[in-house]
């Protein structure tokens, strides 16, 4: 179970962080499932594409997939870091490494690319939104990493 900050009024901003809202909220107690485990239950050996929203549990989340991508079986995870992530001490550093550690590289996405690259601590500037963790030998790599003028994504 895991205590969640709800508002009715502002429902998609519900939270297990402290964010400093204008709207003060109720606890809500919500059950959890570890993704490793969900994704067993439902008989989902692989993922192609993972997209994190969970407003500042990013990194509990991949906590629970720790198995699942140890054995590389997502190939994109699309995540969000910002200002919420001084509040939860999980930084793009944070990110940088666990994502290291199992064979995955970290880029800013942007409209037609992704900026694959090393850490810096300059990285850290809390302004986001959009990264995306990609196994480091994963063939589609070059095409993300090349700027286009057209749109990485498309549902065409």
Known sequence: MLAMR???SASAHATLTEYPHSWKGERVACPVVRGAEFLASEGIREVDFLKLDVEGAEHLALRGLEEVLRDRRIRFVQFEYGRVNILTRFLL????ELFGGYGYVVGKIFPDHVDIRDYELGDEDFLGPN????RADDPALPRLTRRTGRPIFSCE
């Open 93 to 96: 550093k944070d990110f940088h």
């Open 6 to 8: 709800y508002h009715p």
């Open 131 to 134: 990264y995306l963790a990609c």
